[in-house]
């Protein structure tokens, strides 16, 4: 960018004041100028990062949305291999986080589905805290709980339990409780870890697998490539196959169809055998029962980048299982509901 004074002087001869002045408001002009360019391009600059990380924010929470992860962390900071949690830092008394500023944000779902993202986490001073280990869990007012507590994920109330035993109930609706002594209340904290003091002192923090919940070991986080931090998971609703048809389920995870990993899990609706209503199963779908019209193999599934699509078939049960002291026994599709969980290979 060049600039031209109007006036110029020749050596040895007068300089008229009215041209030394217009110069002097030409160069002054031009320093007004450019602070503006100056300040335009801050602004800018300024737009740019609000912008960015509202957009970040937003694409945290809608992935939360769409995948439904409850109890968990959905999206965090991870270490430079790309998929192991890094959230908690520690220096002697202080518990800190790694969140926002050169981290990015946090977004925490708790057992009833309920979400929030955090720019920042305060800091926690342990002075005063006794021996022994602790949960962190992070409350959706951004608050930080440390208990000296277990964490029991199981369809029904445990047992053998103590004050502030943390129980998530893995049947749906999902919900946390927490034990007060005397029955069991609701709870909404999301754990992210877990912290070890002697002496005072922190001797050892450990983060918590994000994104994780009971019905299939495959939907750990994932990441695509170095700090992505997105989660690739779908899990429908509930829904029946009980008539013959095609039931399709679309996401937005624009995975290639050669690395899809889908399940299909199933669960009692009515008591039937030595099922009960609630109990989680796999039965696959497969189908055998005698020389009967109906019994062809009953599942197909389809994949393509943003749907699955499943084929059920002619048969009305779902497979004849060898249980044991039981024999063989034929479920009826009628006692079942099921829901497919999606998640990509990356390997």
Same mark, same amino acid.
């Given at each position: 960018?060049?600039? $031209?004074?109007? =006036? ?12 030394? $002045? ?9 320093? $007004? ?33 769409? $995948? ?5 962390? =959905? ?72 208990? =000296?507590?277990? @964490? ?8 053998? @339990? ?27 904290? @999301? ?157």
């Amino acid at each position: 960018m060049s600039f $031209n004074i109007p =006036n110029t002087f020749t050596a040895g001869t007068k300089a008229r004041a009215d041209k030394v $002045n217009e110069n002097f408001t030409s160069i002054q002009d031009e320093i $007004n100028k450019q602070t503006e360019n100056i300040n335009a391009v801050k602004e800018d600059l300024d737009y740019v990062k609000k912008e960015i990380l509202d957009d970040f924010i937003a694409e945290a929470e809608i992935i939360t949305k769409t $995948n439904k992860s409850k109890f968990c962390i =959905n999206y965090a900071n991870v270490a430079d291999d790309g998929k192991t949690p890094d959230i908690l830092s520690f220096d002697e008394s202080i518990l800190s986080f790694k969140v926002g500023g050169t981290y990015p944000v946090l977004t925490a779902t708790n057992a009833y589905g309920d979400s929030e993202t955090f720019e920042y986490i305060d800091n926690v001073d342990i002075t005063g805290y006794a021996d022994g280990n602790y949960n962190i869990f992070l409350t959706l007012e951004g608050n930080i709980e440390l208990l =000296n507590t277990k @964490i029991i994920k199981s369809p029904k109330a445990p047992v053998n @339990i103590v004050i502030d035993d943390v129980w998530l109930m893995t049947l749906e609706p999902w919900a946390g409780y927490k034990f007060n002594g005397l029955s069991w209340v609701e709870f909404e904290d @999301i754990p992210l870890g877990s912290l070890t003091v002697l002496n005072g002192k922190i001797t050892e923090v450990s983060n918590y697998t994000f994104n994780t919940q009971y019905l299939d070991a495959d939907c750990n986080f994932i990441t695509r490539k170095g700090r992505e931090n997105l989660s690739r998971r779908f899990e429908s609703e509930w829904f029946n196959m009980t008539p013959k048809g095609v039931y399709t389920f679309e996401h937005n995870l624009n995975i290639d169809p050669l690395h899809y990993r889908a399940r299909i899990v199933s669960r009692i609706t009515s008591n039937y055998s030595e099922f009960v209503i609630g109990d989680i199963i796999e039965t696959v779908y497969s189908n055998f029962a005698g020389n009967q019209q109906d019994t062809e193999v009953g599942l197909v599934l389809k994949f393509t980048k943003n749907a699955v699509t499943i084929g059920a078939g002619n048969s009305s049960f779902h497979c004849g299982n060898d249980l044991g002291v039981y024999g063989y026994n034929y479920m009826p599709r009628t006692s079942v509901e099921h829901k497919i969980i999606i998640t990509e290979d990356i390997n």
